[in-house]
């Protein structure tokens, strides 16, 4: 199953001064799914920016991720595993 812009992540949390902002996303696609390059096809659009965190429930399977987002010049975002701070 692909994204759908009628079930979009919600933003649950931000710092002040523009930090990291963090979203969670409730879905039943299969974490093979959800990690493809571009996946949330209005990144932008929703606020979303490089560096936010996203927690990502698996509804169907029960699976639960923290991952990063990266939006790119045409407005997606893709997730990846998030960056260690050091």
Do not use: C
């Given at each position: 199953m692909?994204?759908?812009?009628?079930?979009p992540?919600?933003?649950?949390?931000?710092q002040?001064?523009?930090?990291?902002?963090?979203?969670?996303?409730?879905?039943?696609?299969?974490?093979?799914?959800f990690?493809?390059?571009?996946y949330f096809?209005?990144?932008?659009?929703?606020?979303?920016?490089t560096?936010?965190?996203?927690?990502?429930?698996?509804?169907?399977?029960?699976?639960?991720?923290?991952?990063?987002?990266?939006?790119d010049?045409?407005g997606?975002?893709?997730?990846?595993?998030?960056t260690?701070?050091?």
């Amino acid at each position: 199953m692909a994204y759908s812009e009628s079930n979009p992540p919600g933003l649950i949390g931000q710092q002040i001064g523009g930090a990291a902002r963090v979203w969670l996303y409730k879905h039943t696609d299969a974490e093979t799914a959800f990690d493809d390059t571009d996946y949330f096809t209005n990144a932008s659009k929703l606020g979303m920016k490089t560096g936010d965190v996203v927690h990502v429930i698996d509804s169907t399977n029960g699976l639960y991720t923290i991952a990063q987002v990266t939006v790119d010049a045409d407005g997606n975002g893709t997730l990846t595993a998030p960056t260690a701070f050091a």
